[in-house]
């Protein structure tokens, strides 16, 4: 990457980078003495009474609006502790690289955040029985006129050109996968340490010409950013899900017992059309 782009990244991290810290900070002083080295059961996490999670922070799965935690996953994890007596420790990570080593290496209990269902994450992970239905879409800016030759209408006008997403996204094999479809090359750049949402405002600026992203995340922030348009889709609409190791099979059952009789519930209904109507 560039030195102009990464510049242009940081006016972008600076936000984050402030967020994140605070929670590192928080994290350190709570968590110093009771530091975990493997992952966790579910015996093993109940005993403590601590849940450890990893989540994104971005305006659907967690943020801070004014004094107070929300978001669509964390209210989820919220409730599904209440429900068994626990506590939860929950830190937002960036990278996606980052939450799942911390996962395999015991930081975390849980990545509670949308997570594409691929079998190459279930070679890696358990999955849980998905939590929401979602779609990769082309995030670009409004057509500029007739002559606008930057505008895609359709995917496969994607050919030559240089999509930016986040590091380690599923999305990449989609488009891998396009550009076989297409018959043409399409130039892929992974952004490190950064989510959707800085992408998108990266696009909408003029900083970068195309990125791919979730549509529920692009929804919300093209409410805000109206001059970028999200109307190409990527990818067909798929599973997402939680993650846990594959060292906690008694964890994922207990969540997967308690997420099929929340899904089914009033306050479940509630949370969801908070987030996602």
Same mark, same amino acid.
């Given at each position: 990457?560039?030195?102009?782009?990464?510049?242009?990244?940081? *006016?972008?991290?600076? #936000?984050?980078?402030?967020?994140?810290?605070?929670?590192?900070?928080? /994290?350190?002083?709570?968590?110093?003495?009771?530091?975990?080295?493997?992952?966790?059961?579910?015996?093993?996490?109940?005993?403590?009474?601590?849940?450890?999670?990893?989540?994104?922070?971005?305006?659907?799965?967690?943020?801070? !609006?004014?004094?107070?935690?929300?978001?669509?996953?964390?209210?989820?994890?919220?409730?599904?502790?209440?429900?068994?007596?626990?506590?939860?420790?929950?830190? #937002?990570?960036?990278?996606?690289?980052?939450? !799942?080593?911390?996962?395999?290496?015991?930081?975390?209990?849980?990545?509670?955040?949308?997570?594409?269902?691929?079998?190459?994450?279930?070679?890696?992970?358990?999955?849980?029985?998905?939590?929401? /239905?979602? *779609?990769?879409?082309?995030?670009?800016?409004?057509?500029?006129?007739? *002559?606008?030759?930057?505008?895609?209408?359709?995917?496969?006008?994607?050919?030559?050109?240089?999509?930016?997403?986040?590091?380690?996204?599923?999305?990449?094999? /989609?488009?891998?996968?396009?550009?076989?479809?297409?018959?043409?090359?399409?130039?892929?750049?992974?952004?490190?340490?950064?989510? #959707?949402?800085?992408?998108?405002?990266?696009?909408?600026?003029?900083?970068?010409?195309?990125?791919?992203?979730?549509?529920?995340?692009?929804?919300?922030?093209?409410?805000?950013?109206?001059?970028?348009?999200?109307?190409?889709?990527?990818?067909?609409? !798929?599973?997402?899900?939680?993650?846990?190791?594959?060292?906690? #099979?008694?964890?994922?059952?207990?969540?997967?017992?308690?997420?099929?009789?929340? !899904?089914?519930?009033?306050?479940?209904?509630?949370?969801?059309?908070?987030?996602?109507?």
């Amino acid at each position: 990457m560039n030195k102009q782009l990464n510049m242009r990244l940081l *006016k972008y991290l600076i #936000p984050v980078v402030a967020i994140v810290s605070i929670f590192f900070i928080i /994290r350190k002083e709570q968590t110093a003495d009771t530091r975990i080295t493997h992952a966790r059961d579910y015996t093993e996490i109940a005993a403590e009474g601590l849940l450890r999670v990893a989540t994104e922070y971005n305006s659907i799965s967690f943020f801070i !609006q004014g004094d107070t935690f929300s978001g669509f996953h964390y209210e989820l994890i919220q409730a599904f502790a209440h429900s068994k007596g626990m506590k939860t420790s929950i830190t #937002p990570v960036m990278s996606i690289e980052e939450r !799942q080593k911390g996962l395999y290496e015991g930081t975390y209990d849980l990545i509670a955040t949308n997570i594409q269902v691929t079998n190459e994450l279930k070679d890696s992970f358990l999955l849980t029985t998905p939590i929401i /239905r979602n *779609k990769q879409v082309l995030v670009q800016r409004k057509k500029q006129g007739e *002559k606008d030759s930057t505008f895609i209408h359709n995917q496969l006008q994607l050919a030559k050109h240089t999509i930016h997403v986040v590091k380690g996204s599923p999305s990449i094999m /989609r488009i891998q996968n396009l550009s076989e479809e297409i018959g043409d090359t399409i130039f892929i750049r992974e952004i490190e340490k950064y989510g #959707p949402e800085q992408l998108i405002s990266m696009v909408a600026y003029g900083d970068i010409d195309y990125a791919v992203c979730e549509e529920s995340i692009a929804k919300i922030m093209a409410d805000s950013l109206p001059q970028i348009d999200i109307q190409t889709a990527i990818s067909f609409t !798929q599973f997402y899900a939680w993650a846990v190791s594959k060292q906690s #099979p008694m964890l994922l059952d207990s969540l997967n017992t308690w997420l099929n009789n929340f !899904q089914k519930s009033k306050e479940y209904l509630r949370i969801y059309r908070k987030y996602y109507k």
